[in-house]
């Protein structure tokens, strides 16, 4: 199979062609379009029931869409829901922790499962951390561009917790407030913030679902 990510880094698509009998797995609802000799099932997302309820919290469906090539070879065209990038990563027997609702396609090898935090439990911002793990092809979706940052053993990096796409099982994390005091909290309009420690890479979405549901409040309808 061979992949092409396509009209990037806003409108993005992601045009997986398959060969006979070669399966592909994707978010449920993310396929735009796909050729007759392609075959459709729904799959649960994780391993076994407790590991599908896992992704489940963690962001993702009950149920994956699986694509399989039965007719001949095939293509299948997957889009986002929201307008951003896609960004390819080879996994190699590793673990990758994303945004919820950030995983768009990949490997039907690789297992997702969810990591928690009590705090953002409590704070109702970034709930839960999807976490991927195994070998194969992981394409995640962003709202906006991505770009990275590669941190040195020990270096610092502070992000928005709206903002985080997906960082690296090699890097430590701490969910904090992203200022000191209740008045430079309220004042400067931020929430929570991720303090990572390196080694590792992550990645960094340009835009913000939260900012954009908040900046359209006031535009909606009143009772």
Not at 7 to 15: A, K, N, S
Not at 39 to 48: H, I, N, R, S, Y
Not at 51 to 77: C, I, M, Q, R, Y
Request: net charge neutral; hydrophobic share 40%; charged share 20%.
């Amino acid at each position: 199979m061979n992949f092409k990510i396509e009209h990037e880094p806003v409108f993005t698509i992601l045009r997986v062609n398959l060969e006979k009998g070669e399966s592909y797995r994707a978010e449920a609802g993310a396929m735009m379009s796909m050729s007759p000799s392609i075959q459709l099932e729904a799959k649960t997302t994780g391993k076994g029931l407790f590991g599908t309820l896992k992704a489940a919290v963690g962001g993702e469906g009950f149920f994956a869409s699986l694509f399989t090539a039965v007719d001949g070879p095939g293509e299948v065209v997957l889009g986002p829901a929201s307008p951003g990038d896609i960004l390819k990563m080879e996994l190699n027997n590793q673990t990758i922790f994303t945004q919820a609702g950030a995983y768009l396609a990949g490997s039907p090898e690789l297992e997702l499962s969810t990591k928690g935090s009590a705090k953002a439990l409590f704070s109702g911002e970034g709930l839960f951390l999807s976490k991927i793990s195994g070998t194969g092809t992981l394409f995640v979706n962003s709202y906006g561009a991505i770009f990275m940052k590669e941190l040195a053993p020990g270096e610092r990096y502070i992000v928005d917790t709206g903002h985080i796409v997906a960082f690296e099982e090699t890097i430590n994390y701490t969910i904090k407030k992203a200022a000191k005091g209740l008045f430079s909290t309220v004042a400067s309009g931020e929430g929570l913030v991720c303090e990572y420690v390196g080694p590792g890479k992550l990645w960094v979405q340009t835009r913000n679902v939260g900012a954009l549901a908040k900046l359209l409040i006031p535009f909606l309808p009143k009772s």
